[in-house]
């Protein structure tokens, strides 16, 4: 199957073609061609790029396949093409492979080895000061084997990894200081991917606000970045801000029309995000200027998550809605290992340790079901009554040593078997642990029977 180049391709952008042309197997049985007059526009980075997507079966020998695929490109007459691969073919001819002398032997008798090359992908040629001040060491880099042209092996991910040229313009966003480089490179590559990330899910504008950079975050703006955009772990540069607790980030966004609609991680808003990491300028900013209301849901992510200092800026500012939740922030907090929470609410706000639900279960069994060591050791350290029971419905005792083997936290087991040593019927706590499908309990309580 032929597709000329007026075809419906023609359109198609650089990382589409080279996300296509890595599904195609050029063969002595299937010859295709994938060529896009936007081939025509890309400079010599982009050309490697393309190039490097294209691949050859291995069920003919390398160099036929390298003389089939030069018969094709000089069926297309496309001059700048048969000049890229040419130099390509001149590299396979002088690299030598490397093989001891027993691979040679073995190549020898069985006439079966493959050829081996490795090339280095080519940057677009900027100032030679600026590409050693922001060099990614060559360990730290990610680069395909010219050889990859002709196998049959294919890495689907290839087309998301990060290039060279990525880790360059990331590097240079995070140390903030040569934006000449960047500007350089995002006027001089037009395909060039804006929304790249490195191996921490951190895009530019992430990384931008992270280290508070404002004139770096204008710079990704005015060169076409959406602010409303997530990065593939679904963090939108508002987001980003509220966690820095970056008021002057935060209005600078708006500023620049970012959407205040939106939900985060877990269906949260962006108030509930500034409950969660503790921003207590931003909330404000949400609250009194953009006039955003603050609820039970809200005051809920903050018995979750807050420290003290939010705890009681919200406690003062709406009593109402707390008081309607109690016993259930300390519930929430001792669920979630909130520690400054437990402190908070015992200490300040005298919630007794020993409130109970309506099936008798204090902040103590919400630890130890929930699997939070650090709230168990915390209100043990507060005296918490580890002699408590709670009675089900098919009448079985559901003491604190129950819930421990079901969480299969042996921490917690210890913990509370220091404050209380009669566990009982062992028996009890080992078919807990098998219902919870927790074997290393399973063991450890059979080894202390």
């Given at each position: 199957m032929?597709?000329?180049?007026?075809?419906?391709?023609?359109f198609?952008?650089?990382?589409?073609l080279?996300?296509?042309?890595?599904?195609?197997?050029?063969?002595?049985?299937?010859?295709?061609?994938?060529?896009?007059?936007t081939?025509?526009?890309?400079?010599?980075?982009?050309?490697?790029?393309?190039?490097?997507?294209?691949?050859?079966?291995?069920k003919?020998?390398l160099?036929?396949?390298?003389?089939?695929?030069?018969?094709?490109?000089?069926?297309?007459?496309?001059?700048?093409?048969?000049?890229?691969?040419?130099?390509?073919?001149?590299?396979?001819?002088?690299?030598?492979?490397?093989?001891?002398?027993?691979?040679?032997?073995?190549?020898?008798?069985?006439?079966?080895?493959?050829?081996?090359?490795?090339?280095?992908?080519?940057?677009?040629?900027?100032?030679?000061a600026?590409?050693?001040?922001?060099?990614?060491p060559?360990?730290?880099?990610?680069?395909?084997p010219?050889?990859?042209?002709?196998?049959?092996?294919?890495?689907?991910?290839?087309s998301?990894?990060?290039?060279?040229?990525?880790?360059?313009?990331?590097k240079g966003?995070?140390?903030g200081?040569?934006?000449?480089?960047?500007?350089e490179?995002?006027?001089?590559?037009?395909?060039?991917?804006?929304?790249?990330?490195?191996?921490?899910?951190?895009?530019?504008?992430?990384i931008?606000?992270?280290?508070?950079?404002l004139?770096?975050?204008?710079?990704?703006?005015?060169?076409?970045?959406?602010?409303?955009?997530?990065?593939?772990?679904?963090?939108?540069p508002?987001?980003?801000?509220?966690?820095?607790?970056?008021?002057?980030m935060?209005?600078?966004?708006?500023?620049?029309?970012?959407?205040?609609?939106i939900?985060?991680?877990?269906?949260?808003r962006?108030?509930?995000?500034?409950?969660?990491?503790?921003?207590?300028d931003?909330?404000?900013?949400?609250?009194?200027?953009?006039?955003?209301d603050?609820d039970?849901?809200?005051?809920?992510?903050?018995?979750l998550?807050s420290?003290t200092?939010?705890?009681?800026?919200?406690?003062?500012?709406?009593?109402?809605?707390?008081?309607?939740?109690i016993p259930?922030?300390?519930?929430?907090a001792?669920?979630?290992?909130?520690?400054h929470?437990?402190?908070y609410?015992?200490?300040?706000?005298?919630?007794?340790?020993?409130?109970?639900?309506?099936?008798?279960r204090?902040?103590?069994?919400?630890?130890?079901?929930?699997?939070?060591?650090?709230?168990?050791?915390?209100?043990?350290?507060k005296n918490?009554n580890?002699?408590?029971?709670?009675?089900?419905?098919?009448?079985?005792?559901?003491d604190?040593?129950?819930y421990a083997?079901?969480?299969?936290?042996?921490?917690?087991?210890?913990?509370?078997?220091?404050?209380?040593?009669?566990?009982?019927d062992?028996?009890?706590?080992?078919?807990?642990?098998?219902?919870?499908n927790?074997?290393?309990m399973?063991?450890?309580?059979?080894?202390?029977?």
């Amino acid at each position: 199957m032929f597709l000329d180049t007026g075809s419906i391709l023609s359109f198609l952008t650089l990382d589409e073609l080279c996300c296509t042309a890595s599904r195609v197997k050029f063969t002595n049985d299937l010859v295709s061609k994938l060529i896009s007059l936007t081939f025509d526009e890309c400079n010599e980075y982009d050309k490697i790029k393309l190039l490097k997507s294209i691949r050859l079966s291995t069920k003919d020998k390398l160099h036929e396949n390298v003389k089939l695929f030069e018969n094709i490109l000089n069926e297309l007459n496309i001059p700048i093409l048969t000049t890229l691969f040419n130099s390509i073919k001149t590299h396979l001819e002088q690299k030598e492979p490397k093989e001891s002398k027993k691979e040679e032997t073995k190549k020898e008798e069985t006439k079966k080895e493959k050829t081996t090359v490795e090339t280095e992908r080519t940057l677009l040629p900027i100032s030679e000061a600026a590409v050693k001040h922001y060099q990614v060491p060559r360990e730290q880099s990610e680069c395909i084997p010219l050889p990859a042209l002709f196998s049959d092996s294919y890495d689907s991910d290839r087309s998301n990894s990060i290039s060279e040229l990525e880790q360059l313009f990331l590097k240079g966003v995070s140390q903030g200081g040569n934006t000449e480089l960047l500007v350089e490179i995002l006027e001089n590559n037009p395909q060039f991917n804006l929304y790249c990330e490195n191996n921490n899910k951190m895009n530019a504008m992430l990384i931008a606000i992270k280290n508070g950079n404002l004139k770096m975050v204008e710079l990704l703006i005015d060169h076409g970045f959406d602010i409303n955009r997530n990065n593939s772990e679904k963090i939108c540069p508002l987001y980003a801000a509220i966690k820095e607790k970056n008021l002057e980030m935060f209005k600078f966004l708006v500023s620049k029309n970012a959407k205040l609609d939106i939900l985060i991680k877990n269906q949260a808003r962006l108030i509930d995000a500034t409950v969660i990491h503790d921003a207590i300028d931003i909330f404000k900013y949400l609250n009194e200027e953009l006039k955003m209301d603050f609820d039970i849901e809200c005051a809920r992510y903050s018995a979750l998550y807050s420290y003290t200092e939010m705890l009681d800026f919200l406690w003062k500012r709406y009593p109402s809605i707390y008081n309607e939740l109690i016993p259930v922030v300390i519930f929430l907090a001792a669920s979630n290992g909130n520690t400054h929470g437990i402190n908070y609410f015992i200490d300040k706000q005298k919630i007794p340790i020993e409130v109970s639900d309506r099936k008798g279960r204090t902040p103590l069994i919400y630890a130890i079901k929930h699997n939070e060591p650090d709230s168990v050791k915390l209100l043990l350290k507060k005296n918490a009554n580890v002699n408590i029971r709670v009675y089900s419905k098919k009448d079985k005792i559901k003491d604190v040593f129950y819930y421990a083997a079901k969480s299969g936290n042996t921490d917690i087991f210890f913990a509370l078997y220091t404050k209380n040593q009669n566990i009982g019927d062992y028996g009890r706590l080992i078919a807990a642990a098998k219902q919870a499908n927790k074997s290393d309990m399973v063991e450890f309580l059979r080894s202390q029977q």
